[in-house]
């Protein structure tokens, strides 16, 4: 709606001003808090000479690349183990207390375990992404199937189709709606253990950027670098939501 838009471009536009009029008459140390201006300087400045003698674009292109494999690997695995769980008690008794047990470890705690066992290249890196959203769609995607009336599996019994055909036709089409809120929640979890992830002998990406930064008390580049993580969060999030649209136009509305 237009009108939501108009709220919330209002709002963005009002907490911007308020922050450059506090950085601007020093209601704020601009260490902590440099106004909107300072960050749009150094943003300028990041774009033509880049950061740690990388350019800016890069840092981006490499951290979305290291989200995006992991997401993906993520979700291909996560997903039918997940359908399969909610499908066989055996299959979750087996699996869910390993999956409850490390999906709300903070992930950072398995830093040292992924640079031992891992070491320092891409692999810990997308370990430790991987784990952070594979988890959560796991979980999702066996919550996804227990959720599917009774009554239509029963109904489908009766008709004489097999368990095939009712996973196929009947168990997927009804999970459909909440694996996409699944796949949303959990790469936005997946998406936040990127700065983590960066941490791990990184000399590249956004995550590193912002942890580099912050050790040289460069808070411009720091929020710069948070400022780059929401909006591009944000799209992959929008990506999700319009692919929802498109392969489950029935989602809220029936």
Not at 78 to 87: D, H, N
Not at 169 to 190: D, K, N, Q, S
């Amino acid at each position: 709606m237009r009108w939501r838009a108009a709220v919330s471009a209002a709002s963005v536009l009002a907490v911007l001003a308020l922050w450059q009029v506090a950085g601007r008459r020093g209601w704020v140390d601009a260490l902590f808090l440099p106004p909107p201006s300072d960050i749009a300087e150094t943003a300028r400045d990041l774009w033509r000479n880049g950061y740690g003698q990388i350019p800016l674009l890069t840092h981006v292109g490499i951290s979305v690349a290291r989200a995006l494999a992991a997401f993906v690997v993520a979700i291909a695995i996560g997903v039918p183990l997940g359908l399969l769980m909610g499908r066989s008690a055996v299959l979750s008794a087996l699996l869910d207390p390993y999956v409850q047990f490390l999906r709300p470890l903070p992930k950072i705690a398995l830093i040292p375990l992924a640079i031992v066992w891992l070491g320092i290249g891409e692999s810990s890196k997308f370990f430790l992404i991987f784990i952070s959203t594979f988890l959560n769609v796991v979980v999702g995607a066996a919550a996804a199937v227990l959720q599917v009336p009774a009554g239509r599996i029963r109904v489908a019994q009766t008709l004489g189709l097999t368990r095939r055909q009712i996973f196929w036709h009947v168990v997927l089409p009804a999970c459909r709606p909440e694996l996409f809120t699944t796949v949303r929640l959990a790469v936005g979890i997946g998406w936040t253990s990127l700065v983590a992830a960066e941490m791990v002998a990184s000399t590249s990406g956004v995550g590193w950027m912002i942890v580099n930064a912050g050790s040289y008390l460069r808070t411009d580049v720091v929020i710069l670098g948070i400022l780059i993580l929401g909006v591009l969060g944000w799209l992959l999030d929008l990506l999700i939501v319009s692919a929802q649209r498109k392969l489950v136009p029935w989602a809220g509305k029936e």
